[in-house]
């Protein structure tokens, strides 16, 4: 269809030459300016333009002629206003196209900011700022704590309630879905461990050793920690950026509203999952990395995988086991606790979601090497024969 | 330094700032656009209205070079955008400012380098040059000075329009792309923006392409609205002739309540510049 009307054309000026920025000084102290002084020729005229205006002596009282100028914007105007030092001089000839420019230059806003801080009292400002920061985290990590304690209780009278369906899915996809990866680290891990290992024994001819050495290694400390590690970086990060999202979305505020706790549907979920999913990693990983520690023993010490298997449970009593799937039981609750109070402070901006799943991440491994060093000093005399 | 070089540049006021020429779109198999022509003459406002889904967006990002249509040419300031070198495609859009819906303020600068960033990526200016030439874009829009130092996330909806339009305006553009510049502001601060966007295209003859739903917008700001229906730009005129078209969107948008409501208050043509 054609248009039913045509758009008007617009009586414009023929076309017209245009010229770089140039400065002409006369004799008798008068300057006059040609040329296109907008934005476009001075991006590459700018600094020369700029030195040679600094060089005209300041005192001098200049006619300014500047109806030469063909094109005119603001920064062209700036440049001009600065070389007059920001004021009009008396005899100055422009064009009436151009006024305009100038008389918004001629009339700034005023400056309101706060003056500056004093350096000295900003760097005790941010030195201190620590305090509140931690404070406020533990303020709300307590609070999420308490609320999660009520929300279980509550639970626990009405089973029928509890989020179930959250409860599964969340076992799938922290649990099932980090099965390959665990199961790759762990295998390697347990190559290497038991590589390294039998290198020494061998020199001491306690090759039998390696059941020991690979039993309570991997089945007390490394399985538990390496299994979390994984776990915190891979689901504690998804964890914290999908409350964070949902914070940007405002879909946590949408809950408020409906009246569902966020503790319940969100929180509660997350760490009953976590807290069933990561034993059952750490015992898959265990074992897995156990059989990569048996084949390079069978390669290095010549002992079959099953005569270590057989070894294995006369060396390593069952206790550390059950140490070791507890580990991973708390550290799974230590995780998902540290990655949803993370989650609920970000701030509805994309910079805070950044932050936010990097401190996650970092302080969920740290406080799971905190709470495995703590226990290791606590059951420092179980489970050794 | 850069040498000095003449600019070899005519200024030519009758070449269309946008010329679109046939232009077709297509997304699988759904056709948004069916040889679509349009043109934006010099220091006119023109607004976009179609329905939803009728490629508005789309024909916006196409014209600056976010995406490229299936077929057809776009031309700004005479130049090819979709089949031009890198170099000179990088010209144009220092000629051309846009205004995004939500701002798209940079959210990890504070608003002074929000506007000074497009300064500072020229490298022809000094540092205190580019804050004279920020309090000066603050003070256009009229954003006080003392929110300089804040961030994106601190600021309201209104604020960060005004900012986006600061940003948008500080490489001094020929050319202004607005989308839903009112979209989400409350009536006041709209009309507000409204002659802040008014006041700013006549000083400085800015050539102003606009996507809006908002009637009173388009009304007060339109030189000439461009009628997207069926892949095809229906009509391309000033308010008092689109209004009359007979065409079942136009009667729905222009006859409508709403549309009445706010004909009843239209100014009386401006006309063409």
């Known amino acids: 269809m054609p248009d039913p ?35 476009r020729a001075l991006e590459t005229h700018a600094a020369d333009i700029q030195r040679r205006l600094a060089k005209l002596p300041a005192d001098a009282a200049h006619v300014w002629d500047l109806t030469g100028i063909q094109r005119l914007d603001h920064i062209g105007a700036l440049i001009i206003w600065r070389a007059w030092r920001k004021t009009r001089p008396q005899n100055s000839r422009i064009r009436a196209e151009h006024e305009l420019f100038f008389t918004t230059l001629a009339t700034p806003k005023p400056d309101t900011s706060e003056p500056p801080v004093p350096w000295l009292l900003r760097t005790l400002i941010t030195a201190g700022a620590w305090i509140p920061l931690v404070a406020s985290h533990g303020r709300s990590f307590l609070v999420l704590l308490g609320q999660l304690v009520i929300d279980t209780l509550a639970m626990l009278r009405h089973p029928g309630l509890g989020p179930w369906r959250e409860v599964s899915a969340n076992i799938y996809r922290v649990g099932a879905q980090a099965m390959p990866i665990t199961a790759a680290v762990g295998f390697l891990i347990g190559i290497v461990l038991s590589y390294l290992s039998s290198e020494q024994l061998r020199t001491f001819g306690a090759g039998s050793f390696i059941v020991n050495i690979l039993g309570i290694g991997l089945i007390r400390e490394l399985g538990p920690v390496l299994c979390a590690v994984l776990v915190a970086g891979r689901s504690g990060s998804a964890i914290t950026a999908q409350l964070g ?32 999913a990561l034993p059952l990693l750490t015992l898959w990983t ?24 057989t070894d294995l449970p006369g060396v390593v009593p069952a206790v550390n086991l059950s140490l070791g799937l507890g580990k991973g039981a708390v550290f799974g609750v230590l995780i998902a606790l540290t990655a949803c109070h993370f989650g609920l402070r970000i701030q509805p901006n994309t910079e805070s979601l950044g932050t936010g799943t990097t401190s996650s991440v970092v302080s969920s491994i740290t406080a799971v090497i905190v709470a495995d060093a703590i226990i290791a000093v606590a059951f420092n005399n179980v489970g050794f024969s | 330094m850069r040498p000095a070089t003449p600019m070899p540049e005519l200024e030519d006021e009758r ?6 020429r046939d232009l077709w779109t297509q ?15 010099h220091g006119e406002v023109v607004s976009l209205v179609g329905g939803s889904g009728s490629g508005k967006t789309t024909l916006m990002r196409q014209v600056l070079a976010l995406e490229t249509p299936t077929r057809g040419e776009v031309k700004v300031f005479g130049i090819p955008v979709h089949s031009s070198s890198a170099a000179t495609l990088k010209k144009i859009r220092k000629r051309w400012g846009v205004l995004f819906q939500e701002g798209a303020l940079y959210s990890a600068l504070s608003v002074y380098d929000n506007i000074a960033l497009p300064l500072r990526e020229l490298r022809a200016f000094d540092e205190d040059f580019i804050r004279d030439v920020v309090m000066l874009k603050l003070d256009m829009v009229d954003i006080e000075r003392r929110h300089a130092v804040k961030m994106p996330a601190d600021l309201s909806g209104g604020m960060v329009k005004r900012i986006a339009l600061a940003r948008a305006l500080a490489l001094e553009p020929e050319l202004v792309f607005l989308d839903e510049p009112t979209a989400g502001l409350d009536p006041d601060r709209s009309e507000s923006f409204v002659s802040l966007v008014h006041s700013l295209h006549r000083k400085l003859q800015l050539t102003v392409v606009m996507i809006t739903h908002d009637l009173d917008t388009l009304v007060s700001l339109s030189d000439r609205i461009a009628v997207l229906v069926e892949g095809r730009v229906l009509a391309n005129a000033p308010l008092n002739v689109v209004s009359k078209l007979d065409h079942p969107f136009v009667r729905n948008y222009f006859q409508g309540e709403r549309g009445k409501r706010a004909l009843s208050v239209a100014p009386p043509p401006r006309g063409t510049p």
Not at chain 1, 252 to 269: E, F, K, N, W, Y
């Open chain 1, 245 to 276: 999202v949902m914070r940007v979305t405002e879909e946590l505020d949408a809950l408020s509203v409906m009246g569902i706790p966020q503790t319940v549907r969100l929180v509660l979920p997350k760490v009953i999952a976590l807290a069933i």
């Open chain 2, 15 to 20: 070449t269309p700032v946008v010329q679109i």
């Open chain 1, 5 to 39: 009307v045509a758009p008007a054309t617009s009586a414009a000026p023929a076309p017209v030459r245009i010229l770089p920025p140039e400065i002409h000084v006369g004799d008798a102290g008068s300057v006059r300016l040609t040329g296109a002084w907008d934005i």
């Open chain 1, 286 to 309: 265990t074992s897995i990395a156990l059989f990569g520690g048996a084949l390079a023993a069978k390669a290095q010490l010549d002992i079959s995988v099953l005569q270590f298997m």
């Open chain 2, 27 to 41: 997304f699988g198999s759904f056709v948004v656009h069916r040889g679509l022509d349009l043109d934006v003459m």
